[in-house]
């Protein structure tokens, strides 16, 4: 094959162009897409042992006017990378307690927790205790009903000021889970120290769950920390009624995940919740 003088072969260049011409271009519109409605939240329910749905969690989409249905493990790296995540995480606020203040009238909906994800880069803002707590004020939203994930990688620049903003939140009412809880660095002395209210497993330790199996030592033992330290634990990514048998049996509660049901657009997530309601 002919070769450049950077001594790569021509195509597997051109593969790296397109790439890059690619991003710059995902990049470009990203920018533009808050601004032009293009974003929106979808809501996947988190359910009991008795199937109950106590919550959901809000996961943002980008539905592209030519490229469709967009997901954010596409375009949440570019954001984080640009700062666009700024704004992006400002919207899914916005947008997550918009939402929270119109449950406030519908009975079928009390009770409901929205938890919202939040980047590092997000957190790590300043002022953001005090941007979320005007907007929950702007919607009339109570603090109570609200739940911001966060992960591990927080601990890693500004733990002090991690747990100040964390403190600050929690004093108002809002809560706090630790997402994708086994795959990060954290060191359990943090977990200590932390105003938590609930680990998620990640749906890594999940997937491989299955009755008679012994492949359950991670899932096991974070069940167990987070019993041993008072915490909720939420399992992620529950496809089978094998796994949600397991994970009851260790001691897990609360699941989320394909088997109760996929992420859906408010408005077609309320319709289920209201049926059930009524049936
Ligand atoms: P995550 O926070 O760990 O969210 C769970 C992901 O697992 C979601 O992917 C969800 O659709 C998917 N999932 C749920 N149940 C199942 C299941 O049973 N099986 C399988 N295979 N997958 C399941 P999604 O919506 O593509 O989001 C991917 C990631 O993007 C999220 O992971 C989160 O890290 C990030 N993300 C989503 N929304 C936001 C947001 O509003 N802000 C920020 N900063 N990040 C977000
Ligand atoms: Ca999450
Ligand atoms: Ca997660
Ligand atoms: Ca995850």
């Keep these: 094959a002919k070769r450049q003088r950077d001594g790569k072969p021509r195509l597997f260049r051109q593969a790296q162009e397109d790439e890059l011409e690619e991003r710059l271009s995902l990049e470009r519109e990203l920018r533009l897409a808050i601004d032009h409605d293009e974003l929106c939240l979808y809501l996947q329910p988190q359910v009991d042992e008795a199937g109950n749905i106590i919550g959901a969690e809000a ?42 203040g119109e449950w406030r009238n519908i ?15 997000q957190f790590q803002q300043p002022d953001f205790a005090d941007q979320v707590l005007s907007v929950i004020q702007q919607h009339d939203v109570p603090p109570e009903r609200l739940t ?14 991690t747990i100040e903003k964390m403190q600050q939140l929690q004093r108002a009412g809002v809560s706090f889970a630790l997402d994708d809880f086994g ?7 943090y977990l200590k120290v932390l105003p938590l209210d609930t680990l998620k497993i990640d749906i890594a330790f999940v ?3 299955a009755l008679g199996m012994q492949a359950t030592p991670i ?20 496809e089978t009624n094998d796994q949600r048998l397991v994970l009851a049996q260790l001691g897990c509660h609360i699941y989320q995940g394909f088997l109760f049901g996929r992420p859906l657009p408010v408005d077609a997530f309320l319709r289920t919740i209201v049926e059930d309601a009524r049936a």
């Excluded at 079928?108 to 994800?117: E, Y």
């Excluded at 899932?219 to 529950?238: F, K, M």
């Design 59 to 100: 996961l943002v989409r980008w539905q592209h006017p030519e490229r469709g249905m967009i997901s954010p493990g596409h375009f949440i790296p570019i954001a984080e990378e640009t700062g666009l995540i700024l704004p992006l995480g400002h919207w899914v606020i916005q947008e997550g307690c918009r939402v929270l």
């Design 148 to 161: 911001l994930e966060l992960t591990e990688s927080l601990l890693l620049s500004d733990p002090d000021g």
């Design 219 to 238: 899932a096991a033992t974070i069940i167990a920390l987070a019993q041993s330290l008072g915490l909720r634990v939420v399992a992620e990514g529950v």
């Design 183 to 189: 795959t990060g660095y954290s060191s359990l002395a």
């Design 107 to 121: 009975p079928a909906l009390q009770g409901l927790q929205l938890s919202l994800n939040v980047s590092v880069r």
């Design 207 to 209: 997937r491989d769950l």
